[in-house]
């Protein structure tokens, strides 16, 4: 059987305080697994202006320069520039141990995995390791959306692990975007939707040494990988915002043509304030399902309703476009007609004025969001 040729790859930006050992335990893990493995260790520098540079080419290991700023853009250099069919990465800062990386690798290999994730969630968090938000909110929270937008089969348990293991090949695959802390987020995304065969292993996590300042900013990185996670899920804006609209579009409807108040369960609905609120949540409705249209151009796979707004040709979306201004026209000149009998003073027909606005400004929202993404898709 061939040996496996293993990377690691460790992104770094001025951790001189914290690399020596990361490294020390990296050479020992070469020397140790030398007839078993062929080992590469590669530091993906992002321009540090300390000693990092000089320590690790002092314990012999390979520098890559990684000229863009940011923890993917380093890791995804590292990664690209790497010399092993396996990569293995986790942080220069030495709160993942290295020498737990034989379980990652031997589990990858051993049952053919695509990916293997170091779950800190599974094994032994060391006391001061991970801020209270970051374990009870943060990352099952993330954990929960990436499993509801993406999972079929595999469930992850620590999508904010920074120690994982894959096979080169199926990374380059996966066409990684994301330069920053999202990185993260996002590898495990692009398996997901590839439906690799992923795996977890336990590892430990401990607390940073002394000294050193965290690069991670909690509030601004959690919303770089929320956004990143959205970003690859246009369906889950589309079906939220189809629910809302059609379920408050018929209440509307059944107001208008009902024309009186019902009580029901000791609400009284379908009057006018009744009707204003069901057109205000319809609309909402319509912008949630607008922005799932604009994400949508920037996705390879999406639903036939969005590809067919995607795809019309411009003469037929001119004239659809047209005939819905066409319509809002009328709607505002009856408005206004009616309007005009009272002297301009108030509007007699409240539940009709409702239902024309609401109409008017559906087909003006779903216009300007169809041409919209028609500018976007071009860019």
């Not at 062929?38 to 520098?45: F, R």
């Not at 890559?64 to 700023?69: S, T, W």
């Not at 009856?334 to 400004?361: C, P, Y």
Request: net charge positive; glycine share 6%; hydrophobic share 45%.
């Amino acid at each position: 059987m061939k040996k496996p040729n293993v990377s690691f790859v460790i992104p770094c930006l001025n951790e001189e305080k914290t690399l020596p050992y990361v490294l020390e335990k990296l050479v020992r893990i070469k020397d140790e697994y030398s007839k078993k493995m062929d080992i590469e260790i590669l530091v993906s520098d992002n321009g540090s202006t300390d000693k990092s540079i000089s320590i690790a080419k002092k314990f012999g290991v390979r520098v890559a320069p990684a000229k863009e700023r940011g923890y993917g853009a380093a890791l995804d250099s590292g990664i690209r520039n790497a010399k092993g069919d396996i990569i293995v990465f986790a942080d220069a800062d030495d709160t993942y141990d290295f020498l737990e990386a034989p379980a990652l690798i031997l589990k990858l290999v051993e049952g053919n995995y695509d990916m293997v994730i170091g779950s800190r969630l599974d094994g032994e968090i060391h006391k001061g390791a991970m801020p209270f938000l970051h374990r009870y909110l943060g990352t099952p929270v993330i954990n929960w959306i990436i499993n509801l937008l993406y999972s079929k089969k595999f469930k992850i348990r620590d999508s904010n692990s920074g120690f994982r293991c894959f096979r080169k090949d199926k990374y380059l695959s996966w066409d990684i975007k994301s330069k920053g802390m999202e990185f993260a987020s996002e590898l495990l995304i692009k398996a997901l939707l590839h439906e690799s065969k992923m795996e977890h292993v336990p590892v430990s996590l401990y607390p940073d040494k002394e000294g050193r300042i965290p690069h991670l900013k909690t509030w601004r990185d959690g919303m770089r990988h929320l956004l990143r996670i959205l970003f690859y899920a246009p369906h889950l804006f589309e079906r939220c915002g189809l629910v809302l609209f059609t379920f408050f579009w018929l209440q509307l409807l059944v107001g208008f043509f009902v024309g009186k108040v019902i009580s029901i369960a000791g609400m009284n609905l379908y009057g006018i304030h009744s009707m204003v609120f069901f057109s205000f949540l319809s609309i909402l409705g319509l912008s949630l399902w607008g922005t799932g249209l604009l994400i949508a151009t920037k996705q390879p796979r999406i639903s036939k309703m969005y590809q067919s707004i995607l795809s019309m040709e411009e003469d037929r979306l001119f004239f659809v476009l047209l005939s819905g201004l066409g319509i809002i026209a009328l709607a505002i000149v009856l408005v206004f007609l009616q309007w005009q009998k009272s002297g301009f003073i108030f509007i007699n027909l409240e539940r009709e004025f409702i239902v024309a606005t609401n109409l008017s400004l559906t087909l003006f929202i779903f216009a300007l969001q169809a041409v919209t993404a028609h500018i976007i898709k071009r860019d």
